[in-house]
């Protein structure tokens, strides 16, 4: 598979709705976002575009309308970004970045369990 780019905070949106729906319109999308996010259709339509350039997304044209589909899985996704996260920040020590959560959130015991 290609090389794929990071996510910014609206693509993740995006992608979090497709994950969770399967597939999706602009118009889906649009309507989705959380009121934070919220942003004019043409601008989701264009982020949707560049998720696709990102190999991120698929786009299949059913009629006038196109159906966005995930390309790559969320889990694939969280896992790579972040490795890309503790790479940048801890110098791809997943120890350091657990030493910094654990001395910074307030951990105890109980949290460590899944």
Do not use: C
């Not at 997943?94 to 951990?107: I, R």
């Amino acid at each position: 598979m290609p090389k794929v780019e990071t996510l910014t905070k609206l693509e993740w949106e995006i992608m979090k709705h497709i994950w969770k729906n399967g597939q999706a319109t602009v118009r889906d999308v649009h309507a989705a976002l959380p009121p934070d996010q919220s942003r004019a259709y043409t601008t989701i339509q264009t982020y949707m575009e560049r998720l696709v350039d990102k190999n991120y997304l698929t786009k299949k044209k059913i009629g006038l309308v196109n159906f966005y589909s995930a390309k790559v899985k969320e889990a694939e996704t969280l896992k790579r970004e972040t490795s890309h996260f503790v790479k940048r920040a801890f110098d791809g020590s997943f120890s350091k970045l657990a030493a910094f959560l654990f001395d910074t959130q307030n951990f105890n015991a109980g949290d460590l369990e899944t």
